[in-house]
């Protein structure tokens, strides 16, 4: 599959949610991003592609300049993963939604994605929910923002988070994950 996305000129839609490629598929797939010229929206929810696989994901970003949604959620990066993500949204301009829900990224991951909107211009969706951030932080963030579902306060637009989430960073960094262990 990995192989064909690197030629292919005409997929837009990849859906590969629950498909466990882990780590070695999400990394053959981020080689395929690198040259791949076609494809707008990857889903690679629940693979378990972990940290190393967000890594090579978020190399990929780094160069490719077409993809605008990505789903990444329940795929335990960790902050180390969420921080791969923020490193490639500080030079990708075409990533405009961007689902990182239930990874555990903690504060620690959190803060890296609020410095990664100080240059990052395009990212317009940021799904956060369920990430082991403090209860505190789950209360300030929805009123510094405008939500756009009612029901889901860490579904957010980041065009109206962009300098707060940043006066927000000193404070987030240090609290404590009370949430999740």
């Given at each position: 599959m990995a192989e064909t996305l690197e030629t292919n000129q005409s997929l837009q839609t990849l859906?590969?949610?629950?498909?466990?490629?882990?780590?070695?598929g999400a990394a053959a797939i981020a080689n395929a991003l690198k040259t791949n010229q076609s494809l707008q929206f990857l889903n690679l929810s629940d693979n378990?592609?972990?940290?190393?696989?967000?890594?090579?994901?978020?190399?990929?970003l780094e160069t490719n300049q077409l993809l605008h949604t990505l789903y990444l959620g329940c795929n335990n990066i960790g902050s180390e993963g969420s921080a791969a993500i923020a490193k490639a949204l500080k030079t990708n301009q075409s990533?405009?939604?961007?689902?990182?829900?239930?990874?555990?990224?903690?504060?620690?991951?959190?803060s890296a994605m609020g410095e990664a909107l100080e240059t990052n211009q395009s990212l317009q969706t940021l799904h956060l929910l369920d990430n082991g951030l403090v209860m505190t932080v789950q209360r300030r963030l929805p009123r510094l923002?405008?939500?756009?579902?009612?029901?889901?306060?860490?579904?957010?637009?980041?065009?109206?988070?962009?300098?707060?989430?940043?006066?927000?960073?000193?404070?987030?960094?240090?609290?404590?994950?009370?949430?999740?262990?």
């Open positions: 859906y590969l949610a629950s498909n466990n490629i882990g780590s070695e378990n592609i972990g940290k190393e696989g967000t890594a090579a994901i978020g190399k990929a990533l405009q939604a961007l689902n990182l829900y239930d990874n555990n990224i903690g504060s620690e991951g959190a923002s405008k939500r756009t579902s009612h029901c889901n306060p860490w579904v957010f637009k980041t065009t109206t988070l962009r300098g707060k989430v940043l006066r927000l960073l000193p404070w987030l960094s240090k609290q404590t994950n009370r949430c999740k262990p």
